[in-house]
């Protein structure tokens, strides 16, 4: 890295349908972030957690649109604060690192990275994330934050959740395997470029991302790389609230964060989300964060 990379938590649940994802920044440090950063990265600062309201604490239907997206005023307030943080850190030369938290966070993150830039987002989840209020089928918002930061349909009324420098032109969903029906016809009715876990089971690991990179960073001043555990297989990730069976394997997921990191792109903004540390095995989710985020910023076995 030829930046500071600074790290900064995000502990909500206010998206998640399971709680303990709040717990996640305090179990991916635990697991040993700061030196596994520190491998390839001359300077680290930690900024500590974002201050969040518990959300046993708040009223989760205290929002527009009948409850439809739950918690959403709590998910404002976080979006706008931590929006202002990422964008001062991008501003400042170092690379943001954001810790959830559950992926509603990512509101946040990528209005902050967009602010004053052409972003390029890889979205790297087992889910589309595409969902609105009037289609989810859940209430949770951490089904929503990329149709949130495109401005669709209800998010087009608040300012507040888009991602000003964002198209969905530059937007790369990779290794998806589980969509509601409204959200899987909007995606296929949008700009927006999607892979699924067939796409890698065709075409490889590699190659699948490095298209997605190809299409994210097209015009882009930056990438936004947002990385979902739920993305990998059960099997090599437990500590997840929605784990969905045929994810990558430990080895396709570390391939394709050293091809994020060899990308001439240059990485802007990097978020690691939804480790559930009540649900993990022997905190083994959060140091497999670790070791993905190391890959993401330049390791490599030789």
């Known amino acids: 890295m030829d ?35 520190r491998r390839v990265a001359d300077e680290v600062l930690d900024d500590g957690d974002m201050e969040v309201v518990r959300a ?45 938290g559950d992926h509603s966070i990512a509101i946040g993150s990528m209005a902050g990275a967009a602010r004053d830039a052409d972003l390029g987002v890889l979205w790297f989840d087992a889910h589309g994330d595409f969902n609105t209020p009037s289609t989810t089928p859940s209430g949770n918002v951490h089904g929503m934050p990329l149709a949130a930061a495109l401005g669709r349909d209800e998010f087009a009324e608040m300012e507040w959740a888009q991602a000003p420098g964002l198209a969905p032109e530059r937007v790369a969903i990779v290794g998806v395997r589980n969509l ?91 978020e690691v989300v939804e480790v559930n540390p009540v649900l993990d095995q022997h905190n083994e989710t959060a140091e497999l964060a670790c070791e993905l985020v190391a890959s993401a910023l330049g390791e490599r076995i030789l």
């Open 3 to 37: 930046r500071p990379v600074r790290i900064l938590g995000v502990p909500t649940d206010y998206g998640a349908n399971r709680r303990g994802v709040d717990m996640g920044p305090s179990a991916i440090r635990y697991a040993g972030l700061e030196a596994a950063v």
């Open 56 to 100: 046993e604490s708040t009223d989760p239907d205290r929002a527009p649109m009948d409850g439809r997206a739950k918690f959403l005023a709590e998910i404002e307030d976080v979006a706008d604060r931590l929006a202002d943080r990422v964008a001062a850190a991008c501003e400042a030369g170092t690379l943001p690192l954001v810790l959830g």
């Open 180 to 270: 509601d029906p409204p959200e899987r016809q909007a995606i296929r009715d949008s700009p927006v470029t999607a892979f699924s876990m067939s796409d890698i089971d065709e075409h490889g690991i590699v190659d699948v991302v490095e298209a997605a990179i190809a299409a994210a960073s097209d015009g882009a001043d930056g990438l936004h790389v947002s990385l979902d555990l739920d993305w990998l297989d059960p099997k090599e990730a437990p500590g997840v609230g929605t784990p969905e069976r045929g994810g990558v394997t430990y080895r396709e997921a570390h391939a394709a964060l050293e091809a994020v990191a060899a990308a001439s792109t240059r990485t802007r903004s990097l």
